[in-house]
C-alpha cells in the first residue's frame, strides 16, 4: 500500500485511480471506524471506482497505518486528511465517513467547506460519547493493549455489530477477517486511538457551517451511535437526508452492503449535479 508521512506519522492508504473512461471523475475519499482500516469499505469502493476514485485512508496506529507517538485526537486527524489531499492533489472531494470517520468528517466539512464536495456521515454522533460508552472504551483500549482482542472481543463486537448480522450464519467470513485483522494491527495504536474516541469532544457546535450536500446514515440496530444521534445531525445541518439502514448496526458498510452503496452511489450522482 501506499503511505504518506503526516505530522511525524506515517499513513497507509489505498487509491483506486481515475476510472480509465473518466481521468477526471471525482473522488471520494473514506474514513473509517474504529478497529477496522479502509477495507471495510471495500463493498463501497467496488460499487464506486467505475465512476469515481476511491481512497481509503487508515487512521493512525489502525489498519495497516503503525502506531504514531502522538496524533490520535480528531483536529489531528483532519490535519491527516488535508495532507493526503493535498499531497495528492484531488482538489474537493466527496468524503465517506463511518463513526470516528464521521468525527474527522464533519470536521473537514465544517472548517475546511472548500475541500469538501458531498458529505456522508454513517454511524456517527456529533455530541462526544456518552460517559458509559466512553469507559467501555477506555476499559477496551486497556485491556486490549495488555493481552490482545480475545478477552475483549464478544464485547466489542457487540458495540461494531448489530444482532441480526451477530445471528446471521453468514456473518461468519466478515468476522473472522475483522478479529484476524485487528490482531496483526498494533495493540499501541489501537489503544491511543481508542482513547481518543473515548475523549473525543462534542463538534455539535460547528454543523450549522456544514454547507456541502449531506447524507447521514444510521443502522437501525447500532448501539454505539444510535439514531437518535443521527436525527440530531441531521436536523443541524441544512438540507441533510436521513436514512436508516434495516438490520444493521455500528458497521453497516459490511453488514448490509449492498443497501449502504445504493445510498451512497444515489447520494453522490444528485451531489455531483449540485452547483
Known sequence: MPQLRSGGATLAYTDTGAPPHRPDAPTVLFGHGLLFGGWMFRP????????????CLDWRGQGVSPAARDG???????LDVLNLLDALGTG????????????????????HPDRVRSLSLLATTADGLRPRRARQFRQLAVVHRLVGLRPVRRRAAALAFGATFLDSPGSGPVLAEW??????????????????????????????GITAPTLVLVGAEDVSTPPADAERIAARIGGARLEVIAGAG??????????V???????????DQHP
Do not use: I, K, N, W
Request: with cysteine; charged share 25%; aromatic share 6%.
Open 261 to 271: 452503496s445504493r445510498s451512497l452511489r444515489d447520494f453522490l450522482t444528485e451531489a
Open 72 to 78: 490520535y485526537d480528531m483536529d489531528t486527524l483532519t
Open 92 to 111: 474537493p472531494v466527496h468524503y465517506a465517513g463511518l463513526s470516528m470517520g464521521g468525527f474527522v468528517g464533519m470536521r473537514l466539512a465544517a472548517r
Open 250 to 259: 455500528h458497521t453497516p458498510t459490511l453488514e448490509q452492503p449492498g443497501a
Open 179 to 208: 478479529e484476524r485483522r485487528v490482531r496483526q494491527g498494533s495493540r499501541t495504536g489501537v489503544a491511543r486511538a481508542a482513547r481518543a474516541v473515548a475523549d473525543h469532544p462534542p463538534v455539535a457546535d460547528e454543523l450549522h
Open 44 to 55: 463501497q469502493v467496488t460499487a464506486l471506482r467505475d465512476r469515481y476514485r476511491c481512497l
